[in-house]
């Protein structure tokens, strides 16, 4: 009476085996894309396309050189230098001090090629190295309107 047909699989049993065994056959299916008006597309193939189509090449370059600067200059001079901006193939960089900047102004030349090479599509034509901010003594508790600023009073 529970005799079973032999075309019929037991899953049981193969279950089983793959656990005994630890090998489970699995056939991959490879699926072919068409470009048809229904069909979906694939996110990489989208994003391509949308960068392509609306010239933003550059403007990834650019973002992947701020994000990588680091890698780029060196941890040296990442550790003192930021960039800040780059309009018109210019790259604004702020230094920690005035001795990084003038230092940094010397080697320009060598480290526009370092950074031409390393990300060939942000454009970048010039450096422009800055020191850091002073503070400003126009706003705060003890300023004076109409006041001339700060005089030698340091020393």
């Not at 230098?81 to 102004?105: E, F, I, Y």
């Not at 970048?124 to 002073?134: C, K, N, Q, R």
């Not at 003890?142 to 020393?155: A, E, H, K, L, V």
């Amino acid at each position: 009476m529970s005799e079973k047909p032999q075309n019929k699989r037991d899953f049981a049993v193969d279950l089983f085996r793959s656990y005994k065994t630890g090998f489970v056959k699995k056939k991959k299916i490879v699926e072919q894309r068409s470009n048809t008006p229904g069909d979906p597309t694939l996110i990489s193939n989208v994003l391509s396309e949308l960068i392509e189509e609306r010239d933003w090449n550059s403007g990834l370059a650019e973002g992947t050189l701020f994000a990588t600067w680091a890698q780029v200059v060196g941890a040296d001079i990442a550790q003192h230098t930021t960039p800040l901006s780059l309009l018109d193939g210019r790259l604004l960089v702020q230094c920690s001090s005035t001795a990084w900047a003038t230092q940094l102004n010397l080697v320009g030349p060598s480290l526009l090629e370092t950074i031409r090479s390393s990300a060939p599509g942000a454009l970048v034509e010039s450096l422009d190295f800055i020191g850091p901010t002073a503070p400003s003594w126009k706003r705060g508790l003890r300023t004076i309107s109409n006041g001339r600023g700060p005089r030698d009073t340091y020393g």
